[in-house]
């Protein structure tokens, strides 16, 4: 059992790394030129500072899951060395992936947020719709976004994953023996 969950995480790590990959390459590269009155204007993800934001996010979350994959051979072989020491290798990859899936899931909620801004536009801060004119900007934005909020969601598995494997570690019977004192 303990092989197939190893399987299971591993591959759920190579599919966020090839979400979170793709959202920052969808937002890195996308822009759109359009002429505008005779003027040349562009849309570029370094116009809103949140898709910015989301590609530093998302490289280095990818690159966090791509370590840990890599490192996953050194973890099975620490675990028959000593147990004290694999409980806090255990308990430092559940607090670094909780870390992970907060800060990727932020992440693309502050450019979901950010996004829609430029969808709808505002009046009171006379922010004009980009939709209207750079549509094909506003269409792979929001496809990145899709895929960063699924590989969000396959990182709250391997998150749950890892508590799992931690907690596991803790026999119940010294939890009903501290319970009792």
């Given at each position: 059992m303990e092989f197939s969950i190893q399987k299971a995480e591993a591959f759920l790590r190579l599919c966020a790394i090839l979400l979170l990959v793709l959202t920052a390459c969808l937002v890195g590269f996308d822009s759109q030129t359009k002429v505008i009155f005779y003027v040349e204007k562009k849309a570029s993800f370094k116009d809103?500072?949140?898709?910015?934001?989301?590609?530093?996010?998302?490289?280095?979350?990818?690159?966090?899951?791509?370590?840990?994959?890599?490192?996953?051979?050194?973890?099975?072989?620490?675990?028959?060395?000593?147990?004290?020491?694999?409980?806090?290798?255990?308990?430092?990859?559940?607090?670094?992936?909780?870390?992970?899936?907060?800060?990727?899931?932020?992440g693309n909620f502050a450019a979901f947020e950010h996004s829609l801004l430029v969808v709808t536009g505002e009046e009171n801060f006379q922010w004009m719709k980009w939709c209207n004119k750079y549509t094909r900007f506003c269409f792979q934005i929001g496809g990145s976004l899709l895929c960063g909020f699924v590989a969000s969601l396959i990182m709250v598995f391997i998150a749950s994953i890892s508590a799992f494997n931690l907690f596991r570690l803790f026999s119940p019977k010294k939890f009903l023996l501290l319970k009792a004192t």
């Open positions: 809103l500072r949140a898709l910015i934001g989301l590609v530093y996010i998302t490289s280095l979350a990818a690159a966090y899951n791509l370590v840990q994959l890599s490192c996953y051979s050194f973890s099975t072989r620490c675990k028959g060395s000593s147990l004290q020491s694999y409980k806090y290798l255990a308990w430092l990859r559940y607090v670094l992936d909780q870390a992970a899936v907060y800060v990727v899931f932020a």
